[in-house]
């Protein structure tokens, strides 16, 4: 039985037992995801712990080219992740004959952006002359991207492909070759950065050159299960082919570029910030990525059950079981809320611990303490967030939720925090805490006018196309 097929919950039910039943639901679809995001950020630390081990300039090549692939990648997984919500109403709604086509409509956007990212990815010398890089460095990060771009039409077609497999509440498909992409990438690292089995050295270049190959094998192995896997025997890829359709692809972009903008939004924003706080020094910059990076961490598990709210969502939406779908909406609000004040809690009583996991250096250790406990807030402000413009986009509402994010993001928290880091407008300068507090008030900004979306318009959103 398909995770997302789990019986719906009678109406006539007490509260409790059917929200726990959704719940449940909810971890199966969740478990996988999870595991699958934690897997894909492994790949990011691998690479730069064993460029760090090749030189100094490798380490900070690859970050640098990381730093400029990721946020573009963000952009284009935003917009094929509308395929998700789009399958995952049509396998509700059981008109599977909508499936295929719409699975195609978005590999082909998957094909258009990896020719436009990867343009994109091999000409960013404008780019790094900017960032006033020492040659080697710059050469490096150009080579780097040069070898990942290879890769890139791998990585969108499994990011394409996800949208069926999750669609259908097959989540531990992607999570297994999400594995096996990390359990490659290893072992291929350590051969090309550090020359090993007849291979040249390539230094930061080689982690390119790993990532290309992982992806690329994993995306092979994915097909090759979906070419025969009994759980998809009644949809074939190359049987079911149809040609592109306009209103397919329009279909896909309404939903998909306001998700999309709204993560490359998010994203770049982290990136702005750690420009404008880099003339207060490494000691600040050091805690502060620490303490972004802690976040980040904690963030993967309401990032998770976001994404399984949003296949829960649409799913009952075009089962037609609204009322359902308005339970689990709210009632993951209090779980949500649960799960933050538990990372809250323990953001506060173990800062100390968790600043000297990360570093030795006393002032660094003493940056991170002070940040963490802002981080504490920020935490259950963007868990409500996440949640609420995860059921949104179950209900298919992307448009205006961008709009909100863009005002809370760039309208309210980044001037808010440059106010209160770098002048005494409202109060004496708080330094780079000022940014977290500023991001904490959009994010609850964010909360509120989502959450007031939900409860007013998503159960009115039409269920499928």
Known sequence: MDETHQPLPASRQPLIPRTLTEWRTLGLLGGPILIAQVAQMANGVIDTVMAGHASAEDLAAVGIGSSIWMPIFLFFMGLLGALQPIISGYNGARTFDKIMPATWQGLYLAAAGSVIMI?????????????????????????YLDAFSWGVPALLLMTALRGLTDGLGHTRVIMAFSVLSTLINLPLNYIFIFGKLGVPAMGGIGCGWATTLSNGLAAIALLVYLNRSEAYRRFHLLADRVRPNLAGLAYILRLG??????????????SVIALFLAPLGPVVVAGHQIALNVVSLLFMLPLSIGMALTLRVSFLIGAGAPDTARLISRSTLILAGLIALMFASLLWGFSEQIAALYTRDVDVQAVTVRLLAFAALFQIADVIQVTCISALRGYKDTRVPMFIMLFSFWGIGLPLGYALTFTDLIRPAMGAAGFWVGLTFGLMSAGILLGWRLVRFAPQSPSHR
């Open 119 to 143: 343009l994109l990815l091999r000409h960013v010398h404008p780019l790094l002359e900017l960032l006033n890089l020492d040659d080697n460095t710059a050469r490096i990060s150009q080579g």
């Open 257 to 270: 570029v306001p998700i999309g903008f709204t993560i490359f939004v998010e994203a770049s924003m982290f």
